[in-house]
């Protein structure tokens, strides 16, 4: 135990040791106060905000900065350990213990880039993000009315979502489109704008050929 602890306290390993504790101690605080996520700037990592660039540049990219520096101490504290007990074995000392202690280092940064970057891949899939859906995402797509008319007062349509679930929505048509013809039931209509003070799209009427109903799509 006496040996593995002076191995821990010795350059290299003492860096990431120091860190390791840093680490330690944030996911305490994560599992236990319920410390936020994000302190450590815990959004995946992409290119914008302060360092992202370098990580994306590694292959770290949709993993939570956090998760990322955590994994890299970790290997790199695991690497320059194992380090130090073979230098320790093999009794070089002198200006060759230095250059080697130094090898080391590089040795341990490297392992805990390269094994965070393997594990990055499958972590992805855990840490996607989907933006939750949004209102504005039915602008420029294509509904079916559902009552009987749509005036500038009232009227319902179906519309199906970029995700594939279809809504029940509130649709209002101007009253310049009005003037061409009410709106019907059954009747394809192009939704161009939401309202987001009365909380309703805006639809004009558009010809089924130049879009998909069932998709939602307008081409």
């Not at 450590?40 to 990580?55: C, I, S």
């Not at 520096?69 to 073979?86: E, H, P, R, Y």
Request: hydrophobic share 50%; net charge negative.
């Amino acid at each position: 135990m006496g040996d593995f602890l002076d191995a821990t306290l010795r350059f290299p390993a003492v860096i990431f040791t120091f860190a390791l504790i840093v680490v330690v101690v944030y996911w305490v605080l994560v599992l236990v106060g319920g410390a936020a996520l994000d302190l450590l700037d815990g959004d995946p990592v992409d290119d914008g905000g302060d360092g992202g660039g370098a990580l994306k540049a590694i292959g770290l990219e949709g993993v939570p900065v956090t998760v990322a520096l955590s994994l890299f101490v970790v290997f790199a504290w695991l690497t320059s350990i194992v380090g130090n007990v073979f230098l320790d074995s093999v009794g070089i000392s002198g200006g060759g213990l230095a250059a080697l202690l130094f090898v080391v280092l590089i040795a341990a940064i490297g392992a805990g880039v390269l094994i965070t970057r393997m594990l990055a891949a499958p972590l992805r899939h855990v840490f996607h993000h989907t933006p939750p859906p949004s209102r504005a995402d039915f602008v420029g797509r294509i509904c079916i009315i559902r009552t009987s008319t749509v005036t500038p007062d009232f009227g319902q349509a179906e519309i199906t979502s970029p995700d594939g679930s279809s809504a029940l929505i509130q649709v209002r048509q101007s009253r310049e489109h009005a003037v061409h013809g009410l709106l019907r039931s059954g009747a394809s209509a192009l939704v161009y704008d939401y309202d987001l003070d009365r909380e309703f799209f805006w639809v004009c009427p558009v010809d089924p050929a130049m879009g998909d109903p069932a998709l939602g799509r307008f081409t």
